[in-house]
């Protein structure tokens, strides 16, 4: 729920109130009780980002993620050529020694 600002256009009374966007504007100032109060236009809610990780050098660009598929590329070839060799060689039988 948002914090709005009010003024009493009366007696000068300025305060914030914590209520529903749904909710009706107060016209009603609590210290003089007139119906002189406006609601002020607020500059909004900041967003803070906290920690590592919200900064544009932290994405990848598109040339870094080309170099990476070329990279991973030549590394899968090599680790199939590497798991057909070992299907093609077969296990040495035990010899048996008497």
């Known amino acids: 729920m948002p914090t709005y600002d009010y003024e009493c ?7 914030e109130l914590f209520q529903s966007i749904s909710a009706p504007v107060k016209k009603k100032c609590p210290e003089c009780s007139k119906l002189k109060l406006r609601r002020l236009f607020g500059t909004g809610g900041a967003i803070v980002f906290k920690g590592s990780g919200f900064y544009q050098t932290d994405y990848r660009s598109e040339s870094y993620k080309q170099a990476a598929e070329k990279d991973k590329k030549p590394a899968a070839k090599k680790d199939e050529s590497k798991a057909s060799d070992k299907s093609k060689s077969k296990p040495k039988k035990p010899s048996s020694e008497a």
């Open 9 to 15: 256009d009366s007696c000068g009374h300025e305060f």
